[in-house]
């Protein structure tokens, strides 16, 4: 597959605000992504890689922020990113968070287009392929296979938060860090603790004690 000439974007704060400029983007890992789902011909390949722009995310720079309109999810090439809410005392509850490999947008306000209830933000320099809606729904159209690869990652995600919201009542909170911890061990390493704290529902404090109390030295 040849390298294709796309715009890279810096993405500032919104509203949106661009600085761009030319580069060759690596298409290999949303086609290695796609392709666990669906098989791709080249030509296939290029269409769905078409859709995409290449974007930079400085380190706690907003890609959405609550009333602005979601017109975009992203895929992670590098980097990590956090979304969450604000409850009306100040406090953050963490929705979601993503490294390589995985999706981040406000969901509810990119599906049924409508303004944003929640922050995304990048916790380090990032990189990402950015989708708009509209190209979404135009893929979604044009091919059965691109259509079929959503539904399936849309299934996915279903199952993920059903089983987050199922462990996050039945289990213990050092349960849920053990289960994060030995499925997701770069989450860990990558996130800060503020935020996997938040994520787990649990203090900071407590998730500090845990990981003291399932640190090799204090074993």
């Known amino acids: 597959m040849k390298k294709r000439p796309l715009v890279w974007r810096n993405i500032f704060t919104l509203p949106n605000c661009y600085h761009a400029l030319f580069t060759m983007i690596d298409e290999s890992p949303i086609l290695s992504y796609i392709n666990r789902f669906v098989p791709l011909t080249a030509t296939e390949a290029d269409q769905f890689v078409s859709a995409f722009k290449k974007v930079r995310i400085k380190k706690r720079q907003f890609i959405v922020q609550p009333n602005f309109p979601v017109k975009h999810r992203y895929y992670i090439t590098k980097g990590s990113l956090r ?72 299934e996915r995600g279903l199952v993920y938060h059903q089983k987050r919201l199922v462990s996050n009542l039945t289990e213990t909170a050092e349960e849920r860090y053990r289960r994060l911890m030995e499925k997701y061990p770069l989450l860990i390493q990558r996130i800060p603790q503020y935020a996997l704290a938040s994520f787990l529902g649990m203090s900071t404090e407590y998730l500090s004690k845990l990981r003291k109390r399932q640190s090799p030295r204090s074993s």
């Open 83 to 154: 979304a969450y809410v604000v409850s009306e005392n100040g406090q953050e509850h963490t929705v979601s968070l993503a490294i390589e490999d995985w999706w981040i947008t406000d969901y509810i306000g990119y599906i049924l287009q409508q303004p944003a209830s929640m922050f995304v933000v990048a916790f380090e320099d990032t990189e990402a392929l950015e989708l708009d809606y509209k190209k979404e729904q135009e893929l979604k159209a044009a091919n059965h296979k691109f259509e079929t690869f959503f539904r399936t990652i849309a």
